[in-house]
């Protein structure tokens, strides 16, 4: 460690989707996430210090139902909304599949001791926390565009977009055709 600037902390983040439950790739990039976390904090000698963030993307879309839910049936006027209005189809005391899912990820990790800080978009959203990026993002749309689009496969280049809006009218997740 050679007193390098730093920020007070560095974030290390994973992302979870929770369409499903967690399984062993999501311990995976929790585990290599947690390996790096512990490298950089070797290399610094512990003097700067460090967050896991796990970060739920529960506002996409459920696009499709998982074969393992109940009632698979009961889902499908649910389809493409946000993955926290859908409703839980296991029962119990959250209110919906994310938050279903959401709980069993952080049981998932307690399990396996990891040290970590559990984030969901949908609160993020919500209490406004991306609102200046997501403005900041809405001016440099060419320019994100003229980045990314490169990196795409032909068919996912007519799809791409950064946004992925909520319909007012529907409460679906709207795609690009």
Excluded at 21 to 26: A, D, F, K, Q, S
Excluded at 60 to 70: E, F, T
Excluded at 121 to 136: I, N
Aim: some cysteine; hydrophobic content about 35%; glycine content about 8%.
């Amino acid at each position: 460690y050679k007193g390098k600037d730093f920020p007070e902390t560095v974030l290390f983040e994973t992302g979870y989707g929770p369409s499903g439950l967690p399984h062993i790739g999501t311990f995976g990039e929790v585990a290599r996430t947690t390996m790096v976390r512990h490298a950089f904090r070797v290399l610094t000698q512990d003097k700067v210090k460090t967050k896991l963030l796990c970060f739920s993307d529960d506002m996409d879309g459920m696009r499709k139902i998982p074969d393992n839910v109940p009632d698979r049936a009961a889902l499908e006027p649910y389809l493409h909304m946000p993955l926290t209005s859908v409703p839980n189809p296991f029962g119990g005391d959250y209110a919906s599949f994310a938050d279903h899912n959401n709980a069993m990820l952080c049981r998932f990790l307690d399990t396996f001791g990891f040290d970590y800080e559990f984030a969901s978009a949908t609160k993020y959203y919500k209490a406004g926390r991306f609102d200046e990026v997501l403005l900041r993002a809405a001016e440099r749309y060419n320019d994100i565009m003229g980045v990314m689009l490169p990196t795409l496969g032909p068919e996912r280049q007519a799809t791409y977009s950064p946004f992925l809006p909520i319909s007012p009218r529907t409460g679906r997740v709207l795609y690009v055709p």
